[in-house]
């Protein structure tokens, strides 16, 4: 059976693109348009077929190659080669390492005060911005911006041996090399012509510069790694431990930084941002940490297994917001999906944001609902329904790490704020290869206990 989708254009397909605000709203119209599987026009690829059910998935769920133009936005970033495309034979051992770093429960849990810590001193600088009387707003915080940092900060301090310099500088360098590069790629508004990451507005200079930054901060964290593996989480002494050249090992710290920070920090701000517009939610997830914490202002590593009601509320923010808004891979056998042939060499679209909003497995799919997670309900549905962390031999090495992280950050600052939306601040997701808020997501905090 022909697979559905819309016609083909002689632009290769940038322009139904750009036209529908990028490649994470592209997906939802071409699935509401045409079904769960479509045939569309992929810039670098002829033609790539998109999967948004997840039981149609499951006959893609073993393939471990990336089509290389779709992520060729990334390639600047990296020497030895771009390891979102790393052929499979090298990729096993890659994954292997990171994930004996990534992975390990006890590492987690011995990291776990100093998250707190770097967690606390955010809020800390947040209670100076909380408003206080009626009608005092304070001055509002930007979610994403400090979420982010925080997020770089965490996983330096996990894997990278400790501090990085100015890690707010470090996010918006990713941002001005990513964007750039994307606008390149795809022509998301108001970019320039395809293949160009020089644009508007000094956008290339500022790519450049963020380049030169980043390349700076990777270089530092490795010439303060004396030798030696520290622990079990200390990535760059197990790169050198597995005989790693020196620019791989650049490369796999570069690829860290950016993999572990602006994911879990959007994943975090979007949670927030959801639990702010639900009051109820809210005071379910707040009415759980003041029975678990009690008096204390974070948990206990114990105590993250039992803040499941704040789990589930993450869980759907990670469903209606994606931090990873699609995925893809390369076929190299023909495939058979449902009724649909899939020839070998074609690229196949993970659309992770379509299939979590896929009505026939979740219905009013634009209700934030936490309940979906219960054991029962997830139970009932497929398990490839939610994936946020994509899927089988290339998905996300950090999950287990990410999950810690950012229940950690969501219990200790709800624990101590309430969060407002700032009034008129418009919150309007975009692509840069996480699903990022354009102008951030800004919001007034106050102190619960002052009330
Ligand atoms: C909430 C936070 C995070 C989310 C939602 C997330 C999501 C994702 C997604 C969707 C992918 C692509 C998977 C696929 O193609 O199937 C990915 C890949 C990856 N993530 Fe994460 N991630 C998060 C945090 C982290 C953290 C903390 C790290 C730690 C370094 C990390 C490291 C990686 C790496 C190395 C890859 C490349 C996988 C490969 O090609 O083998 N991520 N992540």
């Known amino acids: 059976m022909e697979i559905p989708g819309p016609e083909w254009r002689a632009d290769g397909g940038v322009g139904a693109i750009a036209d529908a605000g990028g490649l994470h709203l592209y997906q939802l119209r071409l699935h509401e348009a045409f079904g769960p599987v479509v045939r569309f026009q992929l810039p670098g690829a002829d033609g790539a077929v998109s999967i948004a059910d997840p039981v149609l998935l499951e006959a893609t769920a073993h393939l471990d190659e990336r089509p290389e133009r779709l992520f060729a936005f990334l390639d600047p970033l990296f020497e030895t080669g771009n390891p979102q495309v790393m052929p499979a034979g090298e990729h096993a051992s890659w994954r292997r390492l990171l994930l004996s770093v990534l992975a ?19 809020a800390d600088r947040w209670a100076e911005q909380a408003g206080g009387a009626e009608g ?6 930007g979610l994403q911006k400090d979420l982010t940092a925080l997020s770089l900060r965490m996983i ?4 990278l041996g ?18 750039a590069h994307l606008h390149g790629l ?3 508004p108001g970019a320039g012509a395809p293949g160009e990451a020089a644009g508007r507005n000094g956008e290339g200079e500022r790519a450049e510069a963020g380049l030169l930054l980043l390349r700076r901060t990777v270089d530092r964290v490795i010439a303060a790694h004396h030798g030696g593996r520290r622990g079990r989480s200390d990535v760059v002494g197990a790169l050198v431990e597995a005989g790693e050249e020196p620019a791989r090992i650049r490369d796999t710290v570069m690829a860290m930084m950016l993999a572990a920070h602006h994911t879990t920090g959007v994943a975090v701000s979007w949670a927030l941002y959801l639990l702010s517009l639900h009051p109820r939610v809210t005071e379910r997830v707040t009415g759980e940490l003041d029975r678990v914490l009690g008096a204390r202002a974070a948990p206990a590593y114990e105590d993250l297994g039992r803040l499941t009601y704040l789990e589930m509320v993450l869980k759907e923010a990670m469903r209606l917001c994606p931090p990873g808004p699609y995925g893809a891979r390369r076929t190299d056998t023909a495939l058979v999906v449902g009724a649909y042939g899939i020839p070998a060499g074609a690229t196949v679209f993970y659309p992770f944001w379509a299939v979590h909003m896929n009505p026939a497995y979740w219905p009013g799919p634009r209700e934030f609902r936490p309940e979906r997670f219960t054991p029962r309900e997830s139970a009932a549905r497929p398990r490839l329904a939610h994936i946020p962390f994509g899927i089988g031999p290339r998905s996300c ?15 200790v600052l709800l624990k101590r704020f309430r969060f407002r939306p700032v009034p008129g601040h418009e919150v309007v ?16 905090v106050s102190l619960r206990n002052d009330t």
């Open 429 to 444: 997701p975009v692509e840069r290869f996480v699903l990022w808020a354009a102008d951030d997501i800004r919001m007034t």
């Open 156 to 159: 330096c301090a996990y894997a």
């Open 186 to 188: 795809y022509r998301t």
């Open 104 to 122: 390990g429960r006890p590492s987690h849990e011995r990291y776990l005060p100093q998250f707190t810590a770097l967690t606390m001193a955010l």
């Open 162 to 179: 400790g501090e990085v310099s100015e890690p707010e500088r470090v996010v918006s360098a990713f941002e001005d090399v990513l964007t």
């Open 136 to 141: 005092d707003d304070g001055r509002p915080v």
């Open 397 to 411: 090495e950090g999950a287990r790490l990410a999950m810690v992280e950012a229940m950690l950050i969501l219990a």
